[in-house]
Antibody, heavy 121, light 108 residues
Framework: EVHLVESGGGLAQPGGSLRLSCAAS????????MTWVRQAPGKGLEWVAA????????YYAVSVRGRFTISRDNSENTVHLQMSSLRADDTALYYC??????????????WGQGTLVTVSS | QSVLTQPPSVSAALGQKVTISCSRR????????FSWYRHLPGTAPKLLIY???KRPSGVPDRFSGSRSGSSATLVITGLQPDDEADYYC?????????FGGGTKLTVL
């Protein structure tokens, strides 16, 4: 059974940094692209970043480009999201998701429960 | 401007059918493949439909999807109280993933 478990959320100050992690199990991790999706309070889902199965290709939403970095460790079955220069509008529940194949994230077939990030002074 | 547009809310009676629409803005990119997700706030969203009309294993056939041009539709038949949730459409444009704004379904 596929499991995705996020961690690392918490309170950060504006301009600060935070690193999220997602531990995956139940599938061959390197065979699948992974993404992060967030939901701000009272808002809808917003795709944040994606990384291919090999980790060679990374893609970002315009809203986080240059501030967030996605990475993965296929030996540890984990994907990370390093967030810096945090702003109040980064406050959200961050979900880790799995794409359907190594290259692609045309849809998100499994989701974690999410980890909450709050950016406030 | 969001890539995908959904109605903010829909409602239908218990046991009846409801449709939720999703329209995509004109684009030179993308492949017009849509997915659908059910989401209860605070819980993990669940994939209902992918590649326009395919159901993952375990999703009841009360849920069906279709596409016409650059629009997609989710149909839920035999509405149950547990169907009350937020529903999101999703797509993939060039290298970017995107979601609609979400539709809140109320079961009367």
């Amino acid at each position: 059974e596929v499991h995705l478990v996020e961690s690392g959320g918490g309170l950060a100050q504006p301009g600060g940094s935070l690193r999220l992690s997602c531990a995956a199990s139940g599938f061959t991790f390197s065979d699948f692209a992974m993404t992060w999706v967030r939901q701000a309070p009272g808002k809808g889902l917003e795709w944040v970043a994606a990384i291919t199965g090999s980790g060679d290709e990374k893609y970002y939403a315009v809203s986080v480009r240059g501030r967030f970095t996605i990475s993965r460790d296929n030996s540890e079955n984990t994907v990370h999201l390093q967030m810096s220069s945090l702003r109040a509008d980064d406050t959200a529940l961050y979900y880790c998701t799995r794409g359907p194949s190594k290259c692609c994230y045309t849809h998100h077939d499994y989701w974690g429960q999410g980890t909450l990030v709050t950016v406030s002074s | 401007q969001s890539v995908l547009t959904q109605p903010p809310s829909v409602s239908a009676a218990l046991g009846q059918k409801v449709t939720i629409s999703c329209s995509r803005r004109p684009s030179n990119f993308g492949h017009n493949y849509f997915s659908w997700y059910r989401h209860l706030p605070g819980t993990a969203p669940k994939l209902l439909i992918y590649d326009n009309d395919k159901r993952p294993s375990g999703v009841p056939d009360r849920f069906s999807g279709s596409r016409s041009g650059s629009s997609a539709t989710l149909v839920i038949t035999g509405l149950q109280p547990d169907d009350e949730a937020d529903y999101y459409c999703g797509t993939w444009e060039d290298i970017l993933s995107a979601f609609g704004g979400g539709t809140k379904l109320t079961v009367l």
